[in-house]
């Protein structure tokens, strides 16, 4: 059975993390992703460690399997010469260099759609192409901060605290992708490419919507909770006698009723200061500290059987290590193992998609710097060895 986005073919300018998350999610799905990269440098995040394997950096490795790597040197009228025939046997390019760069290495949306109308052109950037800060520098904790989102995590009367993972970058690659996906689905009906313009920023502001949503109808600006809920409660983490946490989430009114009697605190279910949702969010302070100290009574895995028996949502807050020896995770194929070009076996990440009629695998691994440079200027160009040795003499590949 075909991947879906196979016989479509990428080329991937984008360094550090939301542009090869995006190309990544696009192989994943079977496109071929020709990573173009800086002869003797690459994606700057080779180098971000450590830890190394192999010689590369595991924030490397994590978003870019599935690619071929070729170095080009696009300083070069040479090297922007070999680009400029790639893109005529492309179907899109991503990139996300400042706005200014790409006008200056002549690889903007206007050269490239003239080279290729069929071009989906996809640019990946801080601030996007229009307004005050389009020519800023930004990397994730930087948006983070600007689009509020530090502003409401961590807890509440203490310094505002980043989200680990760096997720304004990873939203932005995914809308970069699901833009990219409805830009082909589009091209197949009008017979044209567009251009395609994602700021993080953007990307992290749309990710406040409940929060959003509350502070357009009050005007009270949104604080740090911790990991409680803005409007349920309870809905958080709960410190068990372990010493290990747990999460609660009671949506609703019946979830309410049998929190309560596993709980032991049937007297709730109908108190007027806790009997609707309302009224518990009006009067969080006294149920958390009411349910802090019960739940200091037994171990986590304790009380996650006993709710669970009676269908309340709850579970673990895991360490990492946890995470990976969880028999869901492995059921569901969220670990894998890939055999690195140096020889290196990693585990990685597994692909969280699923089709009823195709399995999407690792079906290469994340290459090496100019790995596959010879296999595509043959393959793709017609290139002979001897015009590839002197294109590697003047440094252009």
Request: proline share 6%; net charge neutral; aromatic share 8%.
């Amino acid at each position: 059975m075909a991947l879906p986005l196979e016989n479509i073919r990428i080329l991937d300018l984008s360094r550090d993390l939301a542009g090869p998350f995006c190309s990544m999610v696009l192989a994943d799905l079977g496109a071929e992703v020709i990573k173009v990269e800086m002869p003797g440098k690459g994606d700057e995040a080779r180098s971000w460690g450590p830890p190394f394997i192999g010689g590369e950096s595991a924030y490397f490795l994590s978003v870019n399997r599935n690619k071929k790597s070729v170095t080009i040197n696009l300083k070069t009228e040479e090297g922007r010469e070999i680009l400029y025939k790639l893109v005529e046997k492309s179907d899109v390019f991503i990139e996300n260099f400042r706005p200014q760069v790409t006008e200056k290495l002549k690889i903007n949306y206007e050269k490239i759609s003239k080279i290729n109308p069929r071009i989906i052109y996809c640019s990946i950037s801080g601030f996007g192409y229009t307004g005050p800060y389009k020519d800023r520098p930004a990397y994730d904790i930087i948006i983070q901060g600007m689009s509020g989102i530090m502003s409401i995590t961590g807890e509440e009367s203490r310094p505002p605290v980043k989200v680990c993972i760096s997720i304004t970058d990873l939203s932005a690659g995914m809308y970069a992708a699901i833009a990219i996906l409805s830009a082909i689905i589009a091209r197949g009906k009008s017979g044209k490419g567009r251009w395609i313009d994602i700021s993080l920023l953007d990307s992290a502001v749309s990710l406040l919507t409940n929060v959003g949503a509350n502070y357009f109808a009050t005007r009270v600006v949104p604080k740090r909770m911790g990991s409680a809920h803005p409007n349920i409660v309870p809905y958080q983490c709960f410190k068990a006698a372990d010493d290990k946490y747990l999460t609660v989430a009671v949506g609703n009114e019946e979830i309410w009723k049998r929190f309560c009697c596993v709980l032991g605190l049937e007297k709730l279910v109908d108190d007027p200061e806790f009997a609707t949702n309302q009224k518990r969010v009006q009067n969080r302070e006294r149920l958390v500290f009411i349910l802090n100290e019960i739940f200091l009574a037994k171990k986590r895995d304790e009380w996650i059987d006993l709710l669970l028996k009676n269908d309340i949502p709850c579970g673990p807050v895991n360490t990492v290590d946890e995470v990976f020896r969880d028999p869901q995770i492995f059921e569901r194929d969220m670990l894998t193992e890939v055999k690195l070009p140096t020889g290196d076996v990693i585990q990685q990440i597994g692909i969280p998609i699923k089709f009823s009629d195709v399995s999407l695998t690792v079906r290469s691994p994340p290459p090496l710097l100019g790995q596959h440079t010879e296999e595509v200027l043959k393959n793709l160009l017609n290139m002979n060895a001897e015009e590839i040795n002197q294109l590697k003499e003047k440094g252009v590949i």
